[in-house]
Structure formats: structure tokens, C-alpha cells
């Protein structure tokens, strides 16, 4: 095998190990995009229900300006509250994600593909070795006679 071609084992094994990483990707930020959709979707319901909670109260009996300041305090209160426990169930949420997907390429380092092509990198690094080393001791034995 000459030169040009001596790589192209390692060469495939870093891709499909490269391909593998890139998919483990994808599949974290699919899950994360998901869980921030619903996480979303589920703020703006509870926050049209607060809505429509503070609103009632504000239209029972004869508007005022105590009524109408009131209703907005609890509706900043309320906003505020869930954006907090939104923010913190993200939060969350991204953690579990990320520990997931380090853990899943910590496993492709060790018995995936990722193992795979860095045992064969290291084997054909250790085969033309041996080859160059062979290769010198018989163009040095070859001179010496």
C-alpha cells in the first residue's frame, strides 16, 4: 500500500466517529428544542389563565384606580413567579439534556465508533512504523555489504 492510501481506514473511522458525534448532536438539540416548545406553549396557557383570572376580579363590581392598580400587581406578581419557575424548569430541562448527551459520547469514546476509529488511527500509525523502521534497517544492512 503507497502513501497516498495508507490513511483511508483511519480516515473512514474518524468520519463515521465524526457522523456519530454530529448525530448525538442532533438528537440534543432536537430534545432541547422540544423541551423549551413545550415549556413555552405551557407558560402562555398559564399566563392567559392569569390573565383572565386578574381581569375578572378587575370587572367585578365598579372599576377604580385601587382595583386597577391592584390587578396589575398581581398580574406583574403572577408574570413574574412564572417566568422564574419557566426559567428554572429550562434550566433544568438543558441540564438533564446535556448530561445525557455527555454521557452518551462518553460511552461512543469508550465502545462506539469513536473507540473504534482511534484504535485503528493508532494500529496503521504502528503499522508504518514498522514499516519505515523495517524499511531503514534493511536500506542500512543493504549499504553496509
Avoid at 465524526?18 to 423549551?36: D, G, P, Y
Avoid at 377604580?64 to 434550566?91: G, P, Y
Wanted: proline content about 1%; some cysteine.
Amino acid at each position: 500500500m503507497d502513501a497516498r492510501h495508507s490513511g483511508n481506514g483511519s480516515e473512514q473511522g474518524a468520519m463515521n466517529a465524526f457522523s456519530e458525534v454530529m448525530n448525538q448532536s442532533r438528537a440534543c438539540f432536537e430534545k432541547s428544542l422540544a423541551a423549551m416548545r413545550e415549556e413555552t406553549v405551557e407558560l402562555l396557557h398559564r399566563l392567559h389563565d392569569h390573565n383572565g383570572e386578574v381581569l375578572a376580579e378587575y370587572q367585578n363590581g365598579t372599576p377604580n384606580f385601587a382595583k386597577l392598580t391592584t390587578a396589575q400587581e398581581k398580574w406583574f406578581v403572577d408574570m413574574s413567579r412564572e417566568m422564574f419557575e419557566a426559567t428554572m424548569r429550562i434550566h433544568e430541562t438543558a441540564r438533564t439534556i446535556m448530561a445525557e448527551s455527555l454521557e452518551n459520547v462518553g460511552h461512543s469514546m469508550r465502545n462506539g465508533t469513536i473507540a473504534q476509529a482511534v484504535h485503528q488511527a493508532v494500529q496503521e500509525a504502528e503499522e508504518r512504523g514498522s514499516r519505515a523502521l523495517r524499511a531503514t534497517r534493511a536500506e542500512v544492512g543493504g549499504e553496509s555489504h
